[in-house]
């Protein structure tokens, strides 16, 4: 069975920093590019980042580059997503997903909700 | 990058068939064959129905057929059923190293 677990989710003040990590298993993870995917509340999806399989390349949507960085540890089937400078415009459910290529995203996580605010 | 432009709802009575449209640009939607199409419930992560326009999934049912003309592509759900009341969100590949994907606004399909 395919999971995606996200981890690192919570209240953060603005300006500060948040670390997700989303734990894979049941497809070949070292294999697969992966992304990160907010929805805002009550608002729809928004790509966010890339990273290929091996970690050698990544992409980042305007909104968070210099701010954000995608990673991934291979040997331990996990994703990252370190989140600094936050806004409240940051506030939003990330999602883990597998990129099976061209913008197709078939295996989701359950989310974590991240919360900027004072 | 924008947002591919779909009407914020749409309806349908058990049985009936509804069509959501998904309206981008040349750069994304009308430039390649790779749309996709997924659904989520209230509470729920998004799950894929369809992508590279018109292909489905393993476990997807047939009712969920997909297609593209020019600029728009466009979900089809025949034999509506009630636990196909859910928001539906169209993507596209954009061909852009800063925005490589785009999503659609997203439509709320309701069964009447």
């Known amino acids: 069975e395919v999971q995606l677990v996200e981890s690192g989710g919570g209240l953060v003040q603005p300006g500060g920093s948040l670390r997700l990590s989303c734990a894979a298993s049941?497809?070949?993870?070292?294999?697969?590019?992966m992304d990160w995917v907010r929805q805002a509340p009550g608002k729809g999806l928004v790509w966010v980042s890339r990273?290929?399989?091996?970690?050698?390349?990544?992409t980042y949507a305007d909104s968070v580059k210099g701010r954000f960085t995608i990673s991934r540890d291979n040997a331990k089937n996990t994703l990252f997503l370190q989140m600094n400078s936050l806004t409240a415009e940051d506030t939003a459910v990330y999602y883990c997903?597998?990129?099976?290529?061209?913008?197709?995203?078939?295996?989701w996580g359950q989310g974590a909700l991240v919360t900027v605010s004072s | 990058q924008s947002a591919l432009t779909q009407p914020p709802s749409a309806s349908g009575s058990p049985g009936q068939s509804v069509t959501i449209s998904c309206t981008g640009t040349s750069s994304d939607v009308g430039g390649y064959n790779y749309v996709s199409w997924y659904q989520q419930h209230p509470g729920k992560a998004p799950k894929l129905m369809i992508y590279e326009v018109n292909k489905r999934p393993s476990g997807v049912p047939d009712r969920f057929s997909g297609s593209k003309s020019g600029n728009t592509a466009s979900l089809t759900v025949s034999g509506l059923q009630a636990e196909d009341e859910a928001d539906y969100y169209c993507?596209?590949?954009?061909?852009?190293?800063?925005?490589?994907?785009?999503f659609g606004t997203g439509t709320k399909v309701t069964v009447l």
């Open positions: 049941g497809f070949t993870f070292s294999s697969s590019w």
């Open positions: 993507s596209s590949y954009a061909d852009s190293n800063n925005f490589p994907y785009v």
């Open positions: 990273i290929n399989s091996d970690g050698s390349g990544t």
């Open positions: 997903v597998r990129d099976r290529g061209w913008g197709s995203f078939d295996y």
